[in-house]
């Protein structure tokens, strides 16, 4: 509960682990990300760390990790992490320019009303030449859905997201569209399936009462629901 009102928080209404249970996939793409983006250790910041799994990963892999998010119950989720609370619209993150070797933040900016204002903070916090993720779900393949969050805001097409990170500062901005599949990493020949896939009119949890095994209906989902992975440098 919130300590100024006694009600929940974002945070634990939408994550609460009762519904939406811890699974692989953090480790899964903390490693990707490590091997495929960052490719060494550092000094990384989770901007947006929610319950932490993502920031927790990174540190197993090397990293020295911290944590920023706008729901003050973020740190009980992770209380082995340093995790500082801050207005993601409004204030400045609590630590100096040039703090960090990465920025990871992964579903965060269309709960903004001014995402620009946190993604200059993330260069700010970031040592030249360090190397920022960002991470949005696709406008473009998520049109029906967007909404279905209570806390969606701003929603992102590719050309708006690298126009964000490219009017912040960054250079060598890149944006791509990503399936949260770790399978079509391991195999991209099977990307063709989920082409198909995404082209099928099917219903999917959580969203529809489909009647789908669990791995049949993440299968349907993330192929319908890409993201957006930006990645930049300072």
Not at 128 to 145: C, D, L
């Amino acid at each position: 509960m919130t300590a100024d009102t006694g009600k929940p928080d974002y945070l634990q209404v939408t994550y609460a682990l009762d519904r939406l249970p811890k699974t692989a996939y953090p480790a899964q793409l903390a490693a990707l990300i490590a091997a495929t983006v960052y490719r060494r250790a550092g000094r990384l910041l989770d901007v947006g760390c929610g319950r932490g799994e993502y920031l927790q990963e990174f540190v197993k892999l090397g990293y020295a990790g911290a944590g920023v998010d706008s729901a003050a119950s973020s740190a009980g989720f992770a209380a082995d992490c340093v995790i500082k609370t801050v207005d993601l619209d409004a204030q400045a993150f609590p630590f100096p320019d040039a703090s960090f070797d990465f920025v990871f933040s992964k579903s965060v900016v269309e709960h903004l009303h001014r995402p620009e204002a946190m993604i200059a903070e993330c260069l700010r916090v970031l040592k030249p030449g360090g190397t920022a993720v960002i991470m949005t779900p696709s406008w473009r393949h998520t049109q029906k859905i967007f909404f279905e969050d209570f806390g969606h805001i701003k929603p992102f097409g590719a050309n708006a997201l690298s126009d964000a990170m490219t009017l912040a500062g960054f250079r060598n901005v890149s944006v791509d569209y990503f399936r949260q599949l770790p399978v079509l990493w391991a195999w991209p020949l099977f990307k063709p399936l989920a082409w198909l896939t995404a082209l099928l009119p099917l219903p999917y949890r959580p969203w529809d009462r489909a009647p789908w095994p669990n791995a049949l209906n993440t299968w349907i989902r993330f192929s319908k629901e890409q993201m957006l992975l930006g990645t930049a440098q300072k």
